[in-house]
T-cell receptor
Framework: GDSVTQMEGPVTLSEEAFLTINCTYT??????LFWYVQYPGEGLQLLLK?????DKGSNKGFEATYRKETTSFHLEKGSVQVSDSAVYFC?????????????FGQGTELSVKP | EAGVTQSPTHLIKTRGQQATLRCSPI?????VYWYQQALGLGLQFLLW???????NRGNFPPRFSGRQFPNYSSELNVNALELEDSALYLC????????????????FGDGTRLSIL
């Protein structure tokens, strides 16, 4: 079945460091891919999305490129801030999503120190 | 536009009681999804409603049920509460059911924290 695997956390970085959170997926065809962020005590916010191969999603300095050849959708940011501390979830929606649900990775906790 | 709103923010119940959680989707969204986020278990899909009909449910017992109203708002009911039902319950909405193409993102509310004593 379809699945998403994220790198394990927690990831601890200093402010202004470069961030990469790895995400790989298993799915048939061309799923849509998403990154969500969950700040402490809040729900999930859509961070960015990509719906076809080679699409690059970007928002708030974060980027991720849909790589069909490596079935990956890694999240990157050039310079993290303390305010980026949160849990990040990679998710996919199958091409024809008869079940409606998003398939999530286990989440990666990011902690940014000043 | 107003986001997905959930109520109440927190709910404290005892074992065996019943809980009702409510969700209002973003205006124009017809699909509502419910997820459970329990500590250490990640996000588990519960239910999907579209146009007033239950379209899919996850691997949860029948005491988890819900409905969608004509205005597309939804409620989740949990009967005979058990300690392991303690979790954050998240509601999400999207424009159309993800039937044609799965490229419509789901937008989440801030959740209801259900605590079972």
């Amino acid at each position: 079945g379809d699945s998403v695997t994220q790198m394990e956390g927690p990831v601890t970085l200093s402010e202004e460091a470069f961030l990469t959170i790895n995400c790989t997926y298993t799915a048939t065809g061309y799923p849509s891919l998403f990154w969500y962020v969950q700040y402490p005590g809040e729900g999930l916010q859509l961070l960015l999305k990509a719906t076809k191969a080679d699409d690059k999603g970007s928002n708030k300095g974060f980027e991720a490129t849909y790589r069909k050849e490596t079935t990956s959708f890694h999240l990157e940011k050039g310079s993290v801030q303390v305010s980026d501390s949160a849990v990040y979830f990679c998710a996919l929606s199958p091409l024809y999503n008869q079940g409606g649900k998003l398939i999530f990775g286990q989440g990666t906790e990011l902690s940014v120190k000043p | 536009e107003a986001g997905v709103t959930q109520s109440p923010t927190h709910l404290i119940k005892t074992r065996g009681q019943q809980a009702t959680l409510r969700c209002s989707p973003i205006s124009g969204h017809t699909s509502v999804y419910w997820y459970q986020q329990a500590l250490g278990l990640g996000l588990q899909f519960l239910l999907w409603y579209d146009e007033g009909e239950e379209r899919n449910r996850g691997n949860f017992p029948p005491r988890f049920s819900g409905r969608q109203f004509p205005n597309y708002s939804s409620e989740l009911n949990v009967n005979a509460l058990e300690l392991e039902d303690s979790a954050l319950y998240l509601c999400a909405s999207s424009r159309e059911g993800n039937l044609a193409r799965g490229n419509q993102p789901q937008h989440f509310g801030d959740g209801t924290r259900l605590s079972i004593l």
